[in-house]
C-alpha cells in the first residue's frame, strides 16, 4: 500500500514537473488580427491542454485599428486587449489547435480627408472576433504529456485557417472604427525548428500567412472598399537564458494590401519590415507571459510603428 501511494505521489511530481517545463518555453496565439502573434505561440503541446491568455497592445501607426490597412495621411494611437482561449487536440494522429479570441480597445486620431480636411475621432468597445485552427502536417505527432515529454522535438510545419467576424464597432459616419465590417480570411504555414542541442532551448519560428479580404459596403465617405491580397512573413528566433527565463529576437514583413474604394485606387499598399526584441518568464508550472517591443525598421510606404505589447497565459 505505501509503494503504490509512493509511486503515486511520484508520478504526480513527475507531471508538475512536466507542466513547468512546458510552460518555460511555450506561449499560446493571441492573435490581435494583422499585428501578429509574438514569439513563441505555434511550439507544440500536449494533447488536452487548455490555455486562457490575456494580450495588451499599444500601437502608434499610420494603420486602422484592425492594423490591416494603411492610411498615409492619418495619426493613430491604438489601446488593444485580447482575451484568448486555446485548445489542443488530436486529429488522427496529428497535433491540431483550435482558438478564439475576443478584441477589445480604443483607438483615437486624425486623418486628413478630402474634402473635409482633418477629421479627429475616437472610440472605444469591441473589435472583430478572431476564430482559428491548425493542424500539424509534419513532425508533429498528437502526444499525452508522458509522451511529450519523451518524444525529441524535430522541425514542425502546421496548416492555419483562421477568420475575423464582422460583429465589432462599426459606423460608416466615422473616420477611425474598431470593426472593419467585412469578413477576412487568413491562410498561414507555420514552422517551428528547434535549435542547438538542448531540448526546447532555443527555437526559430518561421510564419508566412496571407490575408484575404471581403468588400466593406459601407465605407467612410464611399459606396465601396475593396483590398488586394496582404502577404506577412513573421518570424522569431528565442532562446531560454535560464530554465524559466527566456529572449527573442522578432521580425516581420508585409507587403500588398491596396484598396481600391469605388473603383479608384488609394495607393496605400504596404511594404515595410518591422523588428523588435521580447522577453519571457514562467512564474510557475501554470502562468507565464512576455512583454515586448516593436517598431518599422525600413519601409517603402511611409509607414510608421510604434508598439509595446504583453501578455499573461494560464495553462491547465
Known sequence: MASRVFNSCLMQAAQLGCLLFFSCYALFPGNV????????????????????????????????????????????????????????????????????????GNVDGTVRTTPLGILSSEVSGIADPYLAIRVGLSGAPALDLAAFMKTPQNVQVFALAGISLPLGEYKQSRALNLGTNRWSLRLGLPIAIPLGSKPGATWLEIHPNMYLYGDNDAPFMASKRSQKVLYVVESHLSHNFTPKFWASIDMRYQHGGETTTDGVKDNNSVGRLGGGVSAGYAFNRSWSGFFGYGQVISETDNSFLDMWRARLVFIY
Open 33 to 104: 488580427q494583422a499585428q501578429g502573434d509574438g514569439p513563441r505561440v505555434f511550439l507544440p503541446a500536449p494533447v488536452g491542454t487548455n490555455a486562457l491568455s490575456v494580450t495588451w497592445m499599444d500601437l502608434a501607426s499610420n494603420m486602422n485599428f484592425a492594423g490591416s490597412i494603411l492610411i498615409p495621411e492619418a495619426d493613430v494611437t491604438s489601446t488593444i486587449v485580447a482575451i484568448n482561449y486555446n485548445r489542443y487536440f488530436a486529429i488522427g494522429n496529428r497535433l491540431a489547435e483550435i482558438w478564439a479570441t475576443g478584441i477589445a
